[in-house]
Nanobody
Framework: QVQLVESGGGLVQAGGSLRLSCAAS????????MGWFRQAPGKERNFVAA????????YYADSVKGRFTISRDNAKNTVYLQMNSLKPEDTAIYYC?????????????????????WGQGTQVTVSS
């Protein structure tokens, strides 16, 4: 049974940093694309960042470019999201996602339907 478990969320002041972790179990995702999405209250779940595998490319939503960094440790089957210079508008539940397809476009990586497995989410709250 595949599980993705996020951790590292919390309350932080604007300008601060948090590091989210997503530990996968049940299968190896070293060659698979993995991503982070977020959902603010009353809004849709939107793409934040994606990493396409060991040594692969990374992609970011425009709103987080230059502030967030996605990385992975394949030995630990874990993906991270380092979030710096946080803003109140970054407040949301952050979800980790993993895909199984090995052929895809950059556009696919930003779609919720592309991903097969999801974590339960971790709350990030940024106070002003």
């Amino acid at each position: 049974q595949v599980q993705l478990v996020e951790s590292g969320g919390g309350l932080v002041q604007a300008g601060g940093s948090l590091r989210l972790s997503c530990a996968a179990s049940g299968r190896t995702f070293s060659r698979s694309p993995m991503g982070w999405f977020r959902q603010a209250p009353g809004k849709e779940r939107n793409f934040v960042a994606a990493n396409v595998g060991s040594g692969g490319s990374t992609y970011y939503a425009d709103s987080v470019k230059g502030r967030f960094t996605i990385s992975r440790d394949n030995a630990k089957n874990t993906v991270y999201l380092q979030m710096n210079s946080l803003k109140p508008e970054d407040t949301a539940i952050y979800y980790c996602a993993a895909g199984t397809r090995l052929s895809y476009s950059t556009y696919d990586l930003k779609l919720r339907v592309f991903y097969d497995y999801w974590g339960q989410g971790t709350q990030v709250t940024v106070s002003s």
